[in-house]
């Protein structure tokens, strides 16, 4: 046996001193605890990342909008027109407000179910190609009419008129509330009638109630409106007034101072004014002959000045029937001023039999201004029943403004 093969005494004594561990440990935790505050940062510059990228995405967003904007304010403006005619699937003739006619092509992102004769369309300034189709303008709906759903006006309020009443019933009501009547019979119903006479003899008010007993939609335009500035525009108000009525069915369509548009010219006095006024005639003829009489859109036209009226609107075939609206007479007057102080309190005194004569020439609308004039007289003096001495001060306001030619122009039941 050597002496290296004894095996040495394994040393007590420990690897690290407990000094050196004890440093050791102290620096473990200091690594941990930074390791934590890097895990913490990290966190934070993570965070700040997602913060970054959506901001950048934000204003890439932002500079894309701005370059959009920018590339539209550097294009020149679409050019309007109205679809005329169409010619194949993919070309029309569209007339631009500006007058002149184009046969266009139609860019392939336009729809070809929205392309129909009458849409408003918009044109590429330089190749004229038909680039999109504009929504149905409501605008125009707005200015030129009003409408009214069976309008809150009834027979009972309407003094006098009788005659006219019957004849309105069986030419508008008859048609819309009994069509089968007029299919049995074999006639064609009637499609309109004409009003003429004074300014305030119950045209509005009596076309209003016939809308009103047959819960008709009551669109009121006003001839004058319909007299537009650029080449075509009125004949499309008319085309849409008349899509409008359908789509609102049962509908009548009152159109008030008719001779605006329908007055005849003269030779001498043809301007281009004039021809744009009888193209807008000539669409209102052609709705009047081309809609079906059996239909549920019914039109009731109105005029002051039935002897300016081109004979085109008054010939046999346009309107069923032409009724005139005089100047109420004595009884009617009596009827009227009883209907509009229904709900005052009249003196006993008061007789409106005396005031009935008394206003010989009035107009409805002047008797209506009369008694609304008596009620304001007293309420001037602090009561609410109405005198005789209210009345006469009424009654001299109104004939002042009949005579005075300044007070004219004021709208009616307004008095210097
Ligand atoms: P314009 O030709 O000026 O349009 P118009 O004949 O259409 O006039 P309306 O608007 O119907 O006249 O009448 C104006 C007002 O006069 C009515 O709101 C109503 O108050 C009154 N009026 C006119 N006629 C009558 C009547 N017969 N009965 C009761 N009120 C009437």
Redo the contacts with the bound molecule.
């Keep these: 046996m050597h002496e290296s093969d004894v095996l040495e005494p394994v040393s007590r004594e420990p690897i690290i001193s407990s000094e050196e561990l004890a440093a050791l440990r102290k620096k473990n935790i200091e690594y941990e605890s930074r390791v934590n505050e890097l895990r913490e940062k990290n966190r934070q510059l993570q965070l700040a990342i997602v913060a970054a990228e959506s901001e950048r995405d934000q204003y890439r967003r932002e500079a894309r909008k701005y370059k959009a904007e920018l590339s539209q304010m550097k294009a020149p403006p679409l050019v309007i027109g109205n679809v005329e005619q169409i010619i194949g699937p993919d070309k029309v003739i569209v007339r631009s407000t500006a007058g002149p006619q184009f046969l266009s092509h139609v860019s392939e992102e336009v729809k070809p179910e929205e392309v129909v004769v009458g849409a408003q369309c918009a044109l590429h300034p330089q190749s004229y190609v038909l680039v999109e189709i504009l929504p149905k303008k409501t605008d125009a709906q707005v200015s030129a009419m009003e409408i009214d759903v069976a309008p809150d006006v009834s027979y009972s ?5 009788e005659h006219q009443k019957k004849l309105l019933r069986e030419a508008i009501e008859l048609p819309l509330l009994k069509p089968e009547l007029f299919e049995k019979t074999g006639i064609e119903p009637p499609k309109g009638v004409l009003l003429y ?1 004074p ?8 076309a209003k109630a016939a809308a009103h007993e047959t819960q008709a939609s009551f669109i009121r335009v006003v001839g004058s409106e319909l007299v537009q500035k650029y080449i075509g525009e009125g004949a499309r108000l008319v085309r849409e007034i008349f899509a409008l009525a359908r789509e609102k069915a049962p509908a009548i369509i009152f159109i ?1 101072e008719i001779d605006a548009i329908g007055s005849m010219r003269t030779a001498d006095a043809y301007s281009a004014g004039d021809h744009e006024v009888g193209r807008t005639l000539m669409q209102l003829l052609a709705e009047l002959d081309g809609f079906n009489a059996r239909g549920n859109v019914k039109i009731i036209a ?1 005029t ?1 000045r039935i002897d300016i009226m081109d004979q085109a609107l008054l010939r046999p075939g346009r309107f069923d029937r032409i009724i005139e ?1 005089p100047l ?1 007479n004595l009884a ?1 007057r009596k009827n ?1 001023l009883q ?2 102080t229904g709900n005052m309190h009249l003196e006993k005194a008061v007789s409106l039999d005396t005031l009935a004569e008394e206003t010989d020439g009035f ?3 002047e ?2 201004a009369l008694t609304v004039e008596a009620g304001m007289t007293a309420i001037r003096h602090g009561r609410s029943t109405i005198k005789s001495k209210d009345i006469e001060e009424a009654l001299k306001a109104v004939r002042n403004g009949r005579t005075k030619p300044e007070a004219r122009e004021l709208p ?1 039941g307004m008095y210097l």
């Design positions: 309020d309407i003094g006098g008129l006479g300014p305030g003899t119950g045209k509005t008010l009596l008030d109105a002051n609206f109420p009617e009227i209907i509009h107009n409805g609308a008797l209506m009616p």
